[in-house]
């Protein structure tokens, strides 16, 4: 029978559960938000390619934009968050990105695209707020053993963000593709995104409010470890990290590239033919096999080595993509919507293998594999400038060369330098005093 003391820790454990539900469903809802939005971004890329009559390379500026901020504002942002709190962060996040969306309102007016890409840079200034706020929040709003259970539940929530927004943009902004008049016959409205946007805007103003209102358990930041372990190397001598950050740069880049050219290329007749309105809700189904994936993958990764998993799931997409590259019709239509399926766990997969026996580095490395997401910004670049090049369909060869990084990555660079840390470790253990 359970003593009066075992009783105690029993209750103990389950209120403290019960405690951290509510701030953690609350900063979960943080995840789809971002998911939505950054989705969102695939349908603006055909929409203002027709509005503005842009090339690929310049469609692509609108994910150059987005993502560039990433790699710009992280920094910032950890310092602003230091000083601020986390719950601040929050608030100043969701204000920052609603600004950016209320700019899309004048760009439209006055139609210029560089106002746009300034408006799509705010607004991801005010999404990588919220990440460096909420990733850490919702890792360390518990106990330590379950911080991955909780981060891939947030995860899995971005997902469904992700499979959401395609279907709300195509109702929104692409069932106002034709406008005529001013736009000419044919053209795409950029006007179009005005009440969608604004109607987003709206909702991060309300939910900025409801952040600073509500009563969140203050959580404070991790101590400096690295000033209680004395003097290690440099963070740049971790083979497996800088490889791993290379890893994170090509497979964000890859999935943001794919997504944002699957409009267009199930549009071509010789893949399916369909309009763009169709085609932007065929979409949902590559964010939403990344949804599915990566509760599937979660199960997985319970029985099976991480990097076997990686490994099979890159030799997929690699796969997939060469059916594309050498297919037409809706064989490739869905081989390209089924890379989605397979992209699922590579993130957090890499991220979890890069920051692997980091010790008191462990946070620095984190901030490292952060940072490497700016290739979102750098891919797509280049898979548009293939497909003006060469052809959208051959353009898939980009991300198709990513993967290849990330399945040697899964089979060797995971491991670079694992072994001698190994050994190290073992010998620091063995002249360690006993007791």
């Not at 995860?155 to 709300?168: D, E």
């Not at 030799?315 to 081989?335: E, F, P, Y």
Request: aromatic residues 10%; charged residues 10%; hydrophobic residues 55%.
């Amino acid at each position: 029978m359970m003593n009066d003391s075992g009783r105690a820790a029993s209750r103990g454990t389950d209120g403290a559960k019960t405690a951290y539900l509510f701030p953690l469903l609350v900063m979960t809802s943080l995840f789809f938000i971002w998911g939505f939005i950054t989705a969102l971004n695939d349908i603006l890329i055909p929409h203002l390619k027709s509005a503005f009559s842009l090339s690929y390379v310049q469609a692509m500026l609108i994910q150059f934009a987005f993502f560039g901020a990433y790699f710009l504002v992280s920094i910032p942002a950890g310092a602003m968050i230091k000083r601020l709190g986390y719950q601040n962060g929050v608030s100043v996040g969701l204000l920052v990105a609603a600004a950016g969306c209320l700019l899309f309102y004048p760009a439209a007016e006055v139609r210029v695209y560089g106002l746009f890409l300034a408006g799509l840079f705010v607004l991801a200034s005010g999404i990588t707020i919220l990440q460096v706020s909420a990733n850490p929040y919702v890792a360390v709003l518990g106990s330590p053993e379950t911080s991955s259970s909780r981060l891939n539940f947030s995860q899995a929530i971005n997902s469904v963000g992700h499979t959401v927004a395609p279907l709300f943009g195509a109702l929104l902004i692409m069932g106002a593709v034709h406008s005529g008049g001013e736009s000419g016959e044919g053209m795409a409205d950029p006007r179009a995104v005005q009440v969608p946007y604004l109607i987003i805007a709206g909702f991060l103003i309300v939910a900025a409010i409801v952040f600073k209102l509500l009563k969140l358990p203050a959580i404070e930041g991790e101590a400096e470890a690295a000033n209680l372990a004395g003097p290690s190397s440099s963070i740049w001598a971790h083979k497996h990290l800088v490889l791993g950050a290379v890893a994170i740069f090509l497979y964000v880049g890859a999935e943001v590239a794919i997504g944002s050219v699957l409009i267009n290329y199930i549009a071509l007749p010789e893949i399916a033919g369909f309009s763009e309105q169709t085609a932007a809700q065929y979409l949902t189904f590559y964010w939403g096999g990344a949804m599915v994936g990566r509760f599937i993958g979660s199960a997985i990764l319970q029985f099976v080595a991480p990097t076997r998993v990686l490994a099979f799931n890159a030799v997929a997409c690699i796969a997939l993509l060469a059916v594309v590259l050498t297919g037409s019709g809706h064989v490739a239509m869905w081989a390209a919507l089924g890379v989605g399926l397979f992209n699922s766990i590579m993130f957090p997969t890499i991220f979890s293998l890069g920051i692997r026996k980091l010790g008191p580095m462990t946070s620095q490395g984190s901030g490292i594999l952060c940072l490497a997401i700016v290739g979102g910004a750098v891919v797509p670049m280049a898979q548009g400038l293939v497909a003006d090049l060469s052809g959208l369909t051959m353009s898939f060869l980009v991300p198709l060369l990513c993967y290849v990084f990330i399945g040697w990555y899964a089979l060797k660079g995971a491991n670079a330098g694992m072994l001698k840390s190994a050994t190290a470790d073992s010998q620091r253990e063995a002249t360690q005093p006993a007791g």
